[in-house]
DNA sequence: GATGAATGAGTGTTCATTCAT
DNA sequence: CATGAATGAACACTCATTCAT
């Protein structure tokens, strides 16, 4: 899995209400937290992917984020934190890709929706291990962060239904139904992290991606 | 969850993994042990499907199933087993349904994909939290017992390919991948159990179905 | 320490109380849960004589008593439970001694208050280190639990209480506030666990043990 | 608790252990380093009465102390050391007491005894949870410390020997046997902080203490 | 066949202590 | 002298699995 780097400098901006762990720790340097968290949520979410979250123990977690595992419950209270720091790290990326992207400049729907499709599809491909891993532990999470991870994601949805009813308004897309539309897309847009095993016997990922595009058009432009 | 019991005799067809479950301990009566099994998969998946696979306990596994211990061990051999088990039991019912709901002796393709459409969503309505835990968890089955499954999978939507080159040959549906289209026609339907959280905020299960129906069909009838 | 064996049997019969842990155990078997837990207190209480409660490792405790640590945890839901085993199976002894003495028995206030000294001298001997274990380690026990062992430590002191408001109605003691010496009587009798270390320097137990019973003896006969 | 800090000064006078704290570091201020322990045994053992020796972490006795985790560590070697000095300061103001007061001065025996109890007495009631916490915690001391702490407390004892003795050959005190006697009254005055959970229920603080004074008069007046 | 007590490797977590800055 | 991040041995506890009855 690579990992967009080019994203991290942005990453952490919007979640202030994501503090770890929720209660005080030890360390006190606080930009020394930030760093820490970032280098245990590339470390785990490698391991997760591996290995899944239930499987990898807390000193495979120390040697893949190379913390000893005194240090490590220095940044964290609980493994789940560990797990938490993953989904806030990614699912940041994840869900909020298309503002950091330009894709709102563009004016013409047709070229918005296809960048966003674009754009996306990149993401999904440099994710693809960890969009399984979201979708398969997402149920492990806390409660009150689980809240705020659907949350981001049906945020990530609007922003579609966004570009949805620009391209309505113009008169460029058919659909009525705009919501169920978005849904449907960002839904699709992730077909190949979740059941590309069948499809890649076929397809390299480039094929897949054309394919998708077209789909996606062909069901916002005609009648429904 | 409804278990939709009249699929039950046809369960547990291919699988030699547990035609002899201890290798010491031989249980003669065969009839017995599948009617245990049963027991075992019928329990056990809503213990998981409440708590996951990996929080589940044996202890638990046994209070869920009605066995003893000892006894649960006498048809698995590893808490593993109950997982394939459980997966042996729905991912039959789930891959296998076509077949058994006498679709492919529809001939107008548009009435037996209409048909293979709503079967379809009645069962995954049916087996909601079962999908959502195949999904999940299907990543934790041992590596031989989960190829079983993907060829399952592969063979349900090899039957929606069927359904849809049978229509393309009788020039009712214009697509012209109709193996990229079966790929996507399945994944769609389980839109609800996976990502229903956002859907079912402004919609119920038929008005979600209905609306798939709609656009399965203008992506299958649409020039691509 | 030798344990008074004979007075086992009697151990828990006013004791319904103390259940362990607080909620269900694994064990089904009641009889053989209550045979575990006097196994487990006899075995603990000599290792906390040697190591003290926080010292003793769960791992030490489960040698001491020959259980495997899984088999001891089916018996005890924490480590706490086990002080909570040592003081429920010591200090019932320790605090209900008196009733099975048949010291009660006894109508001449002088000889049945020489009886229940020197019975509890001679217990007192016998659980010399228990009784300071139950001295040091008490703060240790959970609040709910310690309530207990305090009503019946007073309980204890009720029963001297009650000796010497015999003695006073017979007009044979003196003392006008039977509580407060009560309370002081079953507190000087302890001072040999506690306070033994200087005394023994000059005296054996015996010793020890006659000069107590001429001070309380003075302490009751006497003028205040 | 107050501490009577007018007996600080002569508090550290007799322990070797803590004159280098470290054998690598060479402190040079000797009275810097006094001061240091002085505030650490302040410190931490308000902590130790609150939450008990081994469940107070070193952190939390840092910020009990007022002190930064690796400076703690330049002024003792190891945990235990805390409560050594702990034990360091307070059992020297305990066992020293009676030279600080005055009460050899005192020629009339009566009075020399009286003078002892109630001093004594008061002492006890400002320093009672730290007296629970030297019963309670001094097993954990190392054996060469505690050997020192043993030898303060038959000290304290001897003093009370020494003012039964004067009083014996003055004719005014009938007990055969100070050395005894001594134990038993040392032993009695502690009475409060050891059990008091139960004399409270009924007095307050200074009618205990009127009690145990004169059974304590009544003890040395009276032919045993 | 059924029972449930026994086993012990392995887990997440704590915390006294060290040491680079 | 002071700081606090880093270390890792040790801990309480869990739970899949076995096996005597």
Redesign the interface.
């Known amino acids: 899995m690579r990992i967009p780097t080019h994203h991290m400098p942005k990453m952490q901006r919007n979640h202030a209400k994501f503090e770890f762990p929720k209660n005080g720790i ?1 360390i006190k340097n606080l930009e020394l937290v930030r760093k820490k968290h970032l280098q245990i949520a590339l470390g785990a979410s490698k391991l997760f992917v591996k290995k ?1 979250y ?1 499987k990898a123990t807390m000193r495979e977690i120390c040697k893949a984020t190379g913390f000893t595992i005194g240090n490590l419950y220095d940044y964290i209270k609980t493994k789940d934190d560990v797990l938490c720091l993953v989904f806030d790290t990614f699912h940041s990326i994840w869900s909020h890709q298309l503002e950091n992207e330009g894709v709102f400049d563009i004016e013409d729907p047709m070229e918005q929706l296809r960048m966003a499709i674009r754009k996306r599809l990149e993401l999904i491909n440099q994710l693809r291990d960890m969009i ?1 891993l979201m ?3 997402s ?2 999470l806390p409660r009150e962060f689980l809240k705020t991870v ?1 949350k981001n ?2 945020y990530l ?1 609007e922003n579609y239904e966004r570009i949805l009813r620009n391209g309505i308004e113009k008169n460029v897309f058919k659909i009525k ?1 705009p ?2 539309a978005a ?2 897309i ?3 847009l992730s ?1 190949e992290p ?2 590309g ?3 890649r016997r ?2 390299n990922i480039s094929q897949i991606n054309r ?1 998708l595009e ?2 996606i058009f ?2 916002v432009l ?1 009648r ?1």
């Open positions: 030890q899944g239930h399984l979708y398969t532990d149920k492990i659907l994601e049906s949805i139904d919501f169920f849904n449907v960002v839904y699709l077909i979740l059941r095993w069948n499809l076929k397809y394919r077209k789909y062909n069901l005609n429904e």
